[in-house]
């Protein structure tokens, strides 16, 4: 079995507290076979998602990316290239994608991208309502399945898919049943990109899913309310020590992509430690 491969979901804007209150059985599963656990969002930046998937993807903390808001335009990528960047320049055997719901990640809107090589990315950013962003996320998954389904990976694989659902039902309409549902939804999507992954015969993929931050019960989310600051990262593949045995940082995240395909960061200031291994 061949073992350098990798998919990452990330959903954005999962309360800890309702994902343990819906029905995620595909995230019970990876938690089953791995771990879920919670993380406080580091102090060094705001609980907004530019800043904490910046943090995820470069191993870095806010002060260094410089990612303070959903604006990208003053990050120092150059500085503190995303994990994708990396693994492209030193291990071009990996086959790699990216897909993302939210634009500035893969794009040059708000000054992204995050990924500097780009990515999927709807044809126009979804109109402001819950049922067009449900609509993209499921777009969004039907390409990451494409990809996982046909791709040639002789050598490895990174597939990196971000859904967004989640997050703007909370802006729309609070922390309700619609944002329990879009959760639910995204579990499904989840749950159709490990049966792709599932049918690669001869591989052993590590998953990696996560949050970003959470939501107060009105929707919206910045501040430093326990809700706003607690995420989490669940994740399983061959050889991960579980339970891991010290407290999470998202930058671990960064950290264990690099690892388990045989990367090295180049930022100084990368803080990010794998999650480990057996």
Not at 83 to 96: I, K, M
Not at 99 to 107: D, F, Q
Not at 111 to 116: I, M, S
Not at 222 to 240: C, F, K
Request: glycine share 12%; aromatic share 6%.
């Amino acid at each position: 079995m061949t073992e350098d491969h990798v998919l990452v979901v990330g959903i954005d804007g999962v309360r800890y507290d309702t994902l343990r209150e819906v029905a995620t059985p595909h995230l019970d599963a990876l938690e089953a076979a791995g771990f879920l656990r919670p993380l406080r969002v580091n102090d060094a930046g705001p609980t907004i998602s530019g800043p904490s998937w910046s943090t995820i993807f470069t191993g870095v903390l806010t002060p260094d990316h410089g990612v303070v808001d959903n604006d990208f335009s003053s990050n120092r990528y150059a500085e503190h290239p995303d994990v994708v960047s990396l693994v492209r320049r030193q291990r071009p055997d990996v086959a790699t994608w990216v897909g993302a719901t939210w634009t500035p990640l893969v794009t040059n809107d708000s000054g992204g991208p995050l990924f500097a090589d780009g990515g999927w990315s709807p044809a126009s950013p979804p109109a402001h309502t819950c049922e067009a962003w449900l609509a993209v996320d499921a777009e969004m998954t039907s390409h990451a399945v494409a990809h996982l389904t046909s791709h040639a990976a002789d050598g490895g694989s990174l597939v990196v898919a971000y859904l967004g659902s989640p997050d703007e039902v909370a802006h729309l309409r609070g922390v309700g049943h619609e944002y329990r549902d879009a959760i639910v939804a995204a579990d499904a999507h989840l749950g159709r990109m490990l049966a792709a992954v599932a049918g690669r015969e001869g591989e052993d993929w590590t998953v990696i899913v996560l949050t970003d931050h959470g939501h107060v019960d009105g929707g919206g989310h910045g501040g430093d309310t326990e809700v706003e600051r607690t995420a989490w990262i669940a994740a399983s593949g061959p050889g991960l020590a579980t339970p891991v045995p010290r407290s999470l940082e998202q930058a671990d995240v960064a950290a264990q992509m690099l690892a388990v395909l045989g990367v090295t960061p180049t930022s100084a200031a990368f803080i990010g430690r794998p999650f480990g291994f057996r």
